[in-house]
């Protein structure tokens, strides 16, 4: 098991990476607030309901990637019992449940005045977007039931991949079910986008992504430091018992 | 972390509670998960295209389904039966018309061409709406009580309306010749 080494422990998560991130999602989000609201022009059909897109969409774009992340650490625990990745993994897990909520909740306040229902318990997309959530959630459970880090770290990586199978069904089920669905397809793919409502969109995903990134940084590193200071606490413990047994041996062997 | 060498007292063990809540959460989600698979694969909202619902009518007889079709522009009619609101109108799909009957407030973007998706069951006979401009007129109707719209993925602002009629699918020129008739 790798352990990362105690010289290259931060003493706080900022850095100037950090602040320049965090400066650029403010700059964006400044941006993407403007163009959703102001420059980007009312639907034929849904009229200003339509600038929900510039929230949704992106927040779905991120659930994907958060999950996909936590997937690929849990797969590199699992393979090659890297604390470095398995950090990763938890800290896109929690950023990725947030980024899901966001997605049911903005899809449900879309939904009223467009299929006039904020939800429906047999639509496939929802229901497993629903399930996507709640498997993270499980998934962040399981992490806080305590016991040995590495146990804990194996059985939230076997939940997570479990978890992962869902994601191409949530992402494909518009198509595989198109009669069991209101959500309609993806516009994106399939080009039903123009001019500034394409850009604010993808404004949108670029932010969240920045935004993801900045997040993620400081939670790798707030987990870092947890496991540093729990470690860090058992080796001073041991090098103390350790001390304290040389001193007893060799007044001993006087 | 300090130097003091002296002994600790042990670390008091995780309680109990803080094992069973994440037990229970986990032990909650996975209950729920089960559920919610288990309703998706009744197929709650499963739906017939227009076609299909009249292709089955014998068989459904007055089963509750879901039907999904393009409303008719010229068909929509709006009224009351007693105090009660209720849309008249005809959907389309697949070269098929089926006649509804909605009782209940329509949807905010309800309107022509944009498909609906609707919970009822087949009733034969007069349902009593004046005004009405049934496009199938086969004596029967779609009794329903809940309609969504399954609108489009299409953002693409179109000016002109005849530009939309031009670009609009099957069911527009299945519409048009309906009312033109």
Known sequence: ?254 | MTGDLTPQEPRPARSRGGKIVPAVIAIGVATVVVGLLWNLASGSLFFYNADEAVGRRAELGDERFTLQGSPIGCSITEGFRGDDPVVAFSVSFGGEAVDIVHFGDPADLFQADVPVVLDGQWVRGDPGVGGRNPIADDGWYFASDRMRVKHDNDYINDDEYDQRLAESEAATKFAAEACSA
């Open chain 1, 1 to 254: 098991m790798t352990t990362p080494a105690s010289s290259e422990v931060p003493v706080h998560t900022g850095s100037t990476t950090t602040r320049l991130l965090g400066i650029a999602v403010l700059v964006g989000l400044v941006a993407l607030i403007l163009l959703g609201f102001f420059g980007a022009p009312k639907d034929d059909e849904q009229a200003d309901a339509v600038r929900l897109i510039f929230v949704h969409v992106p927040s779905a774009f991120l659930t994907y990637a958060a999950f996909s992340v936590t997937a690929v650490g849990s797969v590199m625990w699992l393979w090659k019992r890297s604390v470095w990745w398995d950090l990763v993994a938890h800290g896109s897990a929690e950023i990725g449940v947030v980024f899901c909520s966001l997605t049911l909740f903005t899809g449900s306040v879309w939904g009223r005045p467009t299929w006039n229902t904020y939800w429906d318990w047999g639509d496939v997309r929802l229901v497993t977007t629903l399930i996507l959530l709640l498997l993270m959630v499980g998934y962040l459970a399981v992490r806080s039931m305590g016991g040995d880090d590495s146990a804990v770290a194996t059985r939230s990586a076997i939940v997570a991949l479990i978890a992962a199978v869902n994601l191409p069904i949530v992402n494909r089920s518009v198509e595989w079910w198109f009669d069991r669905t209101l959500h309609q397809k993806s516009s994106l793919t399939d080009g039903n986008l123009e001019d500034l409502t394409l850009f604010t969109l993808l404004l949108g995903v670029v932010v969240w992504s920045l935004f993801y990134v900045w997040v993620m940084i400081h939670r790798f590193r707030v987990g870092w430091l947890e496991r540093e200071l729990r470690f860090g606490d058992l080796d001073l413990a041991l090098a103390q018992r350790r001390a304290e047994a040389h001193t007893i041996n060799d007044g001993g062997d006087r």
